[in-house]
C-alpha cells in the first residue's frame, strides 16, 4: 500500500492514498489525467458559476499581475481593481447604504460578520449583545468562528471549545427562535441563516420563515445576517438570495462564486444600520482584517466574473437550470427510485432512501461521467454552473438514476469520504 501524499487533502481521511486528479476544464466539463470527461455537477465545489477555463478571467488576472499583484489595504492604503469592485457590490447590494469588507474566503467573511456584529452592537451602547443565534444544519465555515455557528456536530467533534454565546435551534422552526428571544432578546447580537442551505444539505426556507427572522430582529434589536456564500452571484436566479425571498438583512457574506473561484474572495456587505453604528465614533478603529483583504488580483477576477454574469444572462439561466433539474429529480422521486428531490434556483439534492448510501452513489455515478456531492449518508447535491448545457443536465439526473438503481437494496458503501 502507498504511503498518503504530502498534500494533506481537506475533508478526506488522512490515511487516503487515492484521489481523483483533475487537469484542465472547459464549461461545465473537467477532464483527470486519464484524459476522462466529467460534467461538473457541482460547480467544483459550489462555486465556478461561470463555468471553468474562462480566457477573460485569466487575461485580466494576468493584466493585474503584471501591473500591481499585490499591496495591502490596511489603514491607509488602497487599490483601484479593490475599490472597483466595491462599487459595483455596493450598487447591486441586497440592502441600501452598504459598504463591503473584502475577505479571501467564506469562512473569513463569516468570522468577519460575527465580529462587525458585536462591534456594532457595542459602539452603539449595548455590549451586552454577544449572541448569535444560528441553525442546525447548517454550514458557515471551518474557522472557530464560522463553526461554532455551523449546525454540523460531526464537523465540530474533536475540536475543543467552541466560540461561546452561540443558540442553535431547528432550521425550519420559527417558534424555536421566538422562544430564544422571548429568553434573551436584550442579549442577541445576531441571527445568521443560509437563505437556502446549502452543505448543511439543500432546504430551501420554508414558507414565512426568514420573513419571521427579519421581524424578531427588528423587534429586539439584532442584527439579521444572510451568509450567501453559496447563495449569491446568480445561483438562485437573482444576484442575492435575499432578493430571491424579498427579505432584507443588515450583514451579508459572500464568496465563491464573486470569482467564481479563480482566485479566492470573499467579503462582507455591511448594510447602512451596522455601518453607523461603527462610523458614528470618528476615532474608532476597525482592529480587525486579513492580510489580503482587498487584494488587487482577486478583486480583478471578481469584477471580470461580475461582467461574465451579466454579459451572458447568467442569472436568468440560473432558473432554467434549476427547472430542468428539478424535473428530472421529481421524476426520480415519483417512480420511488429516491425519496425526495429538494433546492431551489440552481442548486438541488436528491434525498435518498435508507439503503442506498449517498457516497456509494457518487463514486457510482463517477463511473458514469458525473461528479456529484455526497451530504451525509443520504443526500447528493447538485450545484452545477450556470453554463451547462441542457443535455448535460439531463446527463446529470440519467446518471443519478442508473447509480441509485444499480445500488439500491445491494448495501454498498463507499470507502472514500
Not at 467564506?106 to 449572541?131: F, N, T, W, Y
Not at 429586539?220 to 432584507?248: K, N, P, Q, S, T
Amino acid at each position: 500500500m502507498s504511503a498518503p501524499p504530502a498534500f494533506l487533502h481537506p475533508f478526506a481521511k488522512p490515511s487516503a492514498t487515492e484521489f481523483l486528479r483533475i487537469v484542465s476544464g472547459q464549461g461545465a466539463i473537467v477532464t483527470d489525467d486519464q484524459g476522462r470527461r466529467y460534467v461538473d455537477a457541482m460547480g467544483s465545489l459550489w462555486y465556478c458559476n461561470v463555468g471553468h477555463g474562462r480566457a477573460e478571467i485569466a487575461d485580466a488576472v494576468a493584466q493585474q499581475l503584471r501591473k500591481l499583484a499585490a499591496f495591502h489595504t490596511f489603514e491607509m492604503f488602497t487599490n483601484d481593481p479593490a475599490d472597483q469592485l466595491c462599487q459595483e457590490l455596493v450598487a447591486i447590494a441586497p440592502v441600501p447604504d452598504a459598504r463591503i469588507f473584502l475577505t479571501s474566503s467564506g469562512s473569513e467573511a463569516v468570522d468577519s460578520a460575527i465580529k462587525l456584529a458585536r462591534l456594532a452592537q457595542a459602539v452603539r451602547g449595548e455590549p451586552q449583545r454577544q449572541v448569535i443565534v444560528s441553525r442546525r444544519p447548517s454550514y458557515h465555515g471551518v474557522t472557530y468562528g464560522g463553526l461554532a455557528v455551523t449546525g454540523l456536530p460531526l464537523n465540530q467533534e474533536h475540536f475543543g471549545a467552541m466560540l461561546p454565546d452561540v443558540v442553535q435551534t431547528p432550521h425550519d422552526d420559527l417558534a424555536a427562535v421566538e422562544v430564544v428571544f422571548a429568553e434573551r432578546g436584550d442579549r442577541i447580537a445576531a441571527v445568521i441563516a443560509e437563505p437556502v442551505i446549502g452543505a448543511g444539505g439543500v432546504y430551501p426556507p420554508v414558507p414565512g420563515y426568514l420573513e419571521g427572522l427579519r421581524r424578531l430582529c427588528d423587534e429586539h434589536g439584532a442584527w439579521l445576517i444572510f451568509d450567501e456564500v453559496i447563495c449569491a452571484f446568480g445561483r438562485l436566479g437573482a444576484w442575492w438570495g435575499a432578493e430571491r425571498f424579498g427579505v432584507r438583512p443588515d450583514l451579508v457574506t459572500f464568496a465563491k462564486a464573486v470569482t467564481s473561484g479563480y482566485v479566492p474572495l470573499g467579503g462582507v456587505v455591511v448594510g447602512g444600520p451596522v455601518r453607523q453604528a461603527l462610523e458614528a465614533d470618528p476615532d474608532l478603529v476597525l482592529r480587525h482584517g486579513h492580510t489580503y483583504s482587498g487584494h488587487p488580483t482577486a478583486c480583478a477576477a471578481g469584477l471580470e466574473a461580475l461582467a461574465i454574469t451579466r454579459r451572458e444572462g447568467l442569472l436568468d439561466r440560473a432558473g432554467k437550470i434549476g427547472e430542468r433539474l428539478a424535473t428530472g429529480l421529481r421524476s426520480l422521486a415519483d417512480d420511488g427510485h429516491i425519496a425526495e428531490a429538494r433546492g431551489d434556483g440552481a442548486v438541488w439534492a436528491a434525498g435518498l432512501h435508507p439503503d442506498t448510501d449517498a457516497a456509494a452513489v457518487r463514486d457510482r455515478m463517477l463511473t458514469t461521467g458525473v461528479i456529484a456531492r455526497p451530504i451525509g449518508t443520504a443526500t447528493v447535491s447538485f450545484c452545477p454552473p450556470l453554463v451547462i448545457s441542457d443535455d448535460d443536465v439531463d446527463r446529470c439526473v440519467e446518471s443519478l438514476h442508473a447509480a441509485v438503481t444499480e445500488l439500491r437494496g445491494s448495501g454498498a458503501r463507499s470507502n472514500r469520504t
